[in-house]
DNA sequence: GCAGGGTGCGGCAAATTGTCGCACCTCGAA
DNA sequence: TTCGAGGTGCGACAATTTGCCGCACCCTGC
């Protein structure tokens, strides 16, 4: 079959060419997108299977702008929403938008991969998951927010720990205990 | 003006009863439902103008399927999602079923309010506030996930301890010492 | 009446934080 | 090239916060 195409719309270099790359690799033909604009154009050019957009964008359009354009410009894609921090309110609006899955920032190409296969074959994520049986321990969820809020830092530990309302000495350490762990 | 009429759709008594309450103090009329059949029930009616919906029911319907057939019922009513643990997955399902919004379980009778309004207002898919500014202080992202596994465990500080992977002891202590804070 | 669970709380040692300070590094502006 | 403004590790120490008993109740069901 001939290969899918994808659109990776984020502003960040490494990320973009990070998934790009991974969904080459998978057999996809990735295009990495800097901007709305861009975004756009090629849209209209490859009608693109799968549209993964980061709703923090520099420059003048904004993730949710995009989705509401790209919903136009390829209906026929299937756009995934992504960023940090689990926002459900955004997460809410970008559907509203047309965004078909919202996938947290850390995301891999095998999330996006699923998230692109589950909405293609009209499965809702999760149909069954009604039982939330784990509870996620408080250091694992401290652990996640520390990683969201760094990596949105770009690793910057002192405005992160600013952030996250505690000081950079302890954040470090922190930073030094967890990692090993699960 | 006629007040306003609402459904409050959970299996937990303590829960259902008091939101009820704190609804009627607003001026509301409320009805408590303890399953899907009496909510349906009540739906068709009193023609509600809000039905607040438990994810996790006990019975045969679970609140996606109350959604699905309040939907249908109450065209007109907004409907509010409600659930523990801020699952992005099970939020998309809602409104894509017909839910107008989502709110995590520890939800007071304010948020409701505040949620119907806004819902009302029509204030959701405005595009310009893209915002995502704000970051959730470590201690605050903390106090919400201790909140919510509290609640489900009806407020047994033992249990919610244990899965928090902290003594009990120190959960008392932070319980203690957080109320007060916002 | 008693065992089993749960809740407060006192106390203490142990672990974690909050703070300072200091020695680099790096990157723009001067 | 030199400076100065941030940033990053890390050592040291006091201030807090935990982890961990123990004990005194309370309910609840057998």
Chains 1, 2 share one sequence.
């Not at 033909?29 to 975004?39: F, I, L, R, S, T």
Request: charged fraction near 25%; proline fraction near 5%.
């Amino acid at each position: 079959m001939t290969p899918r195409i994808a659109l990776v719309v984020d502003d960040d270099e490494v990320f973009r060419q990070r998934l790009s790359r991974a969904l080459a690799d998978r057999g996809w033909v990735a295009h990495p997108c800097q901007d709305g604009a861009e975004a756009m154009r090629l849209a209209a050019e490859q009608s693109p299977d799968l549209a993964v957009v980061d709703l923090r964008l520099a420059g003048p359009m904004t993730g949710l702008d995009i989705v509401r354009e790209m919903r136009m410009a390829a209906p026929g894609a299937c756009i995934l929403m992504l960023t940090g921090y689990g926002s459900i309110a955004t997460a809410l609006i970008a559907t509203k938008l047309g965004a078909d899955h919202y996938l947290n920032k850390p995301a891999d190409a095998d999330q996006v991969v699923a998230a692109y296969e589950r909405v293609r074959m009209g499965v809702e994520p999760g149909g069954g998951e009604s039982h939330e049986k784990e509870v996620p321990s408080l250091a694992r969820v401290e652990w996640e927010h520390i990683q969201r809020v760094l990596a949105d830092c770009d690793g910057n530990i002192s405005q992160a720990a600013k952030l996250l309302g505690l000081h950079r000495r302890s954040l470090q350490r922190k930073l030094l205990k967890y990692p090993p762990r699960t």
